[in-house]
C-alpha cells in the first residue's frame, strides 16, 4: 500500500511540474500565497513562508455555503470528518482528523485553547461554537503538542473571530428559516470610533424541532422529534494606548438546550442543557525586532442531562495562561519562547464541597529558519510538568524546500502527548490517578503547489501516525495504559479558479489503521479496524458567478463503505460489528446580492438526491431539506 501511496503522490508532483510550465491568463480571483496564518507558529506568516499547509476557510466561503454549522463546515474540509454532522441537529457530534477522535484535536478561539475538563476526552462540544462570530479557520493537520501541548497530536483548528471594520460604526443582521421548522437570527455592531480604539458585540439564536435522533426500527416514523435551541453571545474591544501595544479583552457565551434519545433504536423523551462562558484577554507589544504576547482565557462549562434515571450534572473549568516572546535573531531566523501554564478542575462526585484538579507547567522553544536558499525549517520542543503523572516532552521537526517560486515540498516527524482527563485520574467510574499520558509519533511528506498564475493550487500528503499507551476503559480495575492506535493514510485535493467567474474544488481521502488490543506483557491479542472512518472518502465543489449578484454553488462528497458497533441490549449489550453502505450527498446554495451587496437572499438545499444514508448505527441522518435567509449590512 504505501508504493501506491507514493506512486500517487509522485505522480501528482509530476502533473503539478508539467503545468507550471504552461502559460494561461490569470482571472480577478486568484489563491493567494501571501494570505497571512498564525496557527503553525504563533506568529503572523504568510503561507509562503509556512513549512506545513495550513487550510483556510475565511468568511465568504462560510456565508456562500451550505454549512448549517460548525460541525458541517469542518465536515466539507479534507481529511476532517464529523459523524452525525448529518442527524438531527441536536444530536452529538465526533471529530475525527485524518482517523484520529476528537480528543486529539485542539480547538483553539484566537490562539488560546478550550477544554471541558469534565468531558469525555476533554474535548469542547461543537455544538457551543457558533458560525457567525467567526472571521476565518485555520486547519492544521498533524501533531504539534511542541507548540500547543496536551491533544494537539493531530491537529490543530484555530477559530479567528471577526474583527471591527474601520467605520466608526457598521452592524450586520440575518434571519432564516427552514425545514424541521428550523428559525435562526443573528445581530451585531461594530467599528473603530478612535485610532485607538475599537469594538464588536455579536448575538445569535437558533431553534429547531428537528427530527428524532433514534431510527425507528418499525419504519413507521413515530418516535418524537428531538429539537434544539442555542443562543450565543460574543464581544470584543481593542485598546492600543501606545505605538506597538495593544490590550484586547473579550468574552463569549454559549447556552445549547436539547433533546436526545436513549439509544440506537430506542425513543425517549430526554433533554440535556450545555453552557459555555469564556472569558479572555489577550496583550501584545511590538518592537523592532520582537514580538511580546500574554493571553490568558477561562472556560467554564456547565451541562445536564435528564432522563428517567434522573439528572445527571457535570462542571469544567479550565484556566490557561501562555507569555511567549518571538526576536528576530537575523533576517531569516526566528526564535520563539514560552511559558504555558494550564489549571484544570471539576466538582469533587464523593465529596460535593470540594474540587479535583491538576495542572500543566510547561515551558517550550520554537527557532523558525526561513527561506535560507529555498530551504526553510521548523524546530520545537516542549517539556511538560503535570500535577500528577510528572514530567514528559515532545519535540517536531518540519523542514520545507521552495523548488520553484510557486512548489513546495514539506516533511514533518514530530512526537505528542494527551494527558489523562479528570474524569480518568480522578472520576465515579474507574478512576486510575497512576495514569500515564498517551504518547505518538507521526512522520508526513508531502507538496503543495500554486499553479497558473496562481489560480490552481495542487497539494498531497502522506502520513503515518502511532498512538500508544492508549487509556482505555476495563470494568476491573477501570481506566488503564495499555493498547495502540495506528493509522497510515494521504490526502490530495485540488482549488481551481477556472475563470473570474467560476472555481471548482476535490479532494480524495485515503485512510488505513487499526487500533490493537494489548496484554499485560505487551503481545497482540486482537486487532480491529478503524470504527466510522471510512477506508475512501472524496468531495467536490463547483460555484459560478453570475454577474455581479447572483452566485450559485453546488458541493458534496462520495463516503465509502465503514464498519460500526452496536451494543445490542438482546445480547447483553456485548458490542456487534456492523456495515455501513457507501453513499452520496449534494448540496445547492444560491444568494443574491443587492444593493452594493448590503442585502443578500440566499437559500440551501442539503441533500439534494434524497440519499438514505446511515452516519450511526441506530440513527436517522436528514432526507432532502431546504432552508432560507436574508443578510443585512449597514
Not at 586 to 595: P, T
Request: proline share 4%; aromatic share 12%; hydrophobic share 35%.
Amino acid at each position: 500500500m504505501s508504493k501506491i501511496i507514493i506512486s500517487i503522490i509522485a505522480g501528482a508532483m509530476f502533473f503539478a511540474s508539467e503545468l507550471q510550465a504552461q502559460s494561461f491568463t490569470a482571472p480577478a480571483d486568484t489563491l493567494l500565497l501571501d494570505d497571512i496564518v498564525v496557527t503553525g507558529t504563533k506568529i503572523p506568516m504568510s503561507l509562503r513562508e509556512t513549512t506545513r499547509p495550513v487550510v483556510i476557510i475565511g468568511r465568504q466561503q462560510i456565508e456562500q455555503g451550505s454549512s448549517r454549522d460548525f460541525s458541517q463546515l469542518l465536515h466539507q474540509q479534507s481529511g476532517i470528518r464529523v459523524n452525525n454532522s448529518q442527524g438531527t441537529p441536536s444530536g452529538n457530534q465526533s471529530l475525527f482528523m485524518q482517523g484520529a477522535g476528537g480528543e486529539y484535536t485542539l480547538i483553539l478561539i484566537d490562539g488560546k485553547p478550550v477544554r471541558d475538563p469534565s468531558g469525555v476526552g476533554g474535548a469542547i462540544d461543537l455544538r457551543l461554537l457558533p458560525l457567525h462570530k467567526i472571521e476565518q479557520v485555520e486547519v492544521l493537520k498533524g501533531n504539534q503538542s511542541a507548540l500547543y501541548g496536551s491533544d494537539a497530536l493531530a491537529g490543530v483548528i484555530n477559530i479567528i473571530t471577526q474583527k471591527p471594520q474601520q467605520e466608526k460604526a457598521a452592524g450586520m443582521g440575518s434571519l432564516s428559516y427552514g425545514a424541521f421548522n428550523t428559525f435562526g437570527s443573528s445581530a451585531g455592531v461594530n467599528g473603530s470610533p478612535h485610532k485607538k480604539f475599537s469594538y464588536n458585540f455579536q448575538a445569535s439564536r437558533e431553534s429547531s424541532d428537528g427530527i428524532s435522533a433514534a431510527a425507528d426500527p418499525t419504519g413507521e416514523g413515530n418516535f418524537e422529534r428531538d429539537g434544539f435551541t442555542h443562543q450565543s453571545i460574543y464581544g470584543s474591544l481593542t485598546f492600543q494606548p501606545a505605538g506597538g501595544f495593544s490590550i484586547s479583552p473579550g468574552f463569549s457565551y454559549s447556552d445549547y438546550d436539547g433533546d436526545y434519545d436513549a439509544d440506537a433504536f430506542i425513543d425517549a423523551p430526554n433533554t440535556f442543557g450545555i453552557t459555555m462562558f469564556n472569558p479572555s484577554i489577550q496583550s501584545r507589544f511590538d518592537g523592532d525586532k520582537f514580538t511580546l504576547n500574554s493571553n490568558y482565557s477561562y472556560t467554564k462549562t456547565d451541562r445536564i442531562f435528564s432522563s428517567e434515571f434522573g439528572d445527571d450534572e457535570y462542571e469544567g473549568r479550565f484556566h490557561n495562561l501562555d507569555h511567549f516572546l518571538a526576536y528576530e535573531l537575523l533576517e531569516n531566523v526566528t526564535l520563539l519562547g514560552g511559558f504555558e501554564y494550564q489549571h484544570g478542575s471539576m466538582p469533587d462526585f464523593e465529596e460535593g464541597d470540594s474540587r479535583l484538579s491538576d495542572s500543566f507547567i510547561s515551558p517550550y522553544a520554537t527557532a523558525i529558519f526561513s527561506n535560507i536558499a529555498g530551504l526553510s525549517v521548523v524546530l520545537g520542543y516542549r517539556l511538560n510538568s503535570h500535577s500528577e503523572y510528572g514530567r514528559n516532552s515532545s519535540f517536531n521537526i518540519s523542514p520545507a524546500f521552495q523548488l520553484s517560486e510557486n512548489f513546495k515540498v514539506f516533511a514533518a516527524y514530530g512526537t505528542g502527548f494527551k494527558a489523562p482527563t479528570l474524569n480518568e485520574l480522578f472520576g465515579p467510574f474507574g478512576p486510575n490517578p497512576d495514569l500515564d499520558p498517551e504518547t505518538s509519533r507521526e512522520y508526513r511528506f508531502g507538496f503543495e503547489s500554486f499553479l497558473l498564475n496562481q489560480n490552481l493550487k495542487i497539494s498531497g500528503t502522506v502520513f503515518n501516525r502511532t498512538i500508544d499507551d492508549l487509556i482505555v476503559y476495563t470494568f476491573d480495575p477501570g481506566y488503564i495504559n495499555r493498547d495502540r492506535e495506528e493509522t497510515t493514510g494521504f490526502d490530495l485535493s485540488a482549488n481551481w479558479f477556472v475563470t473570474s467567474s467560476m472555481a471548482l474544488g476535490a479532494f480524495y481521502n485515503y485512510l488505513s489503521g487499526e487500533t490493537i488490543t494489548l496484554d499485560d506483557a505487551g503481545s497482540v491479542l486482537e486487532s480491529d479496524g478503524l470504527i466510522r472512518k471510512p477506508k475512501h472518502n472524496a468531495g467536490f465543489n463547483l460555484s459560478y458567478r453570475f454577474g455581479e449578484s447572483v452566485f450559485v454553488q453546488i458541493d458534496g462528497e462520495i463516503v465509502g463503505d465503514r464498519t460500526d458497533l452496536f451494543f445490542n441490549p438482546e445480547n447483553d449489550f456485548i458490542p456487534e460489528e456492523v456495515n455501513l453502505d457507501n453513499y452520496v450527498l449534494m448540496n445547492l446554495f444560491a444568494e443574491y446580492s443587492l444593493l452594493n451587496e448590503k442585502l443578500s437572499i440566499y437559500g440551501t438545499v442539503r441533500n439534494l438526491l434524497n440519499s438514505d444514508f446511515t452516519e450511526v448505527y441506530g440513527f436517522n441522518t436528514m432526507g432532502i431539506h431546504a432552508q432560507g435567509g436574508v443578510r443585512v449590512r449597514f
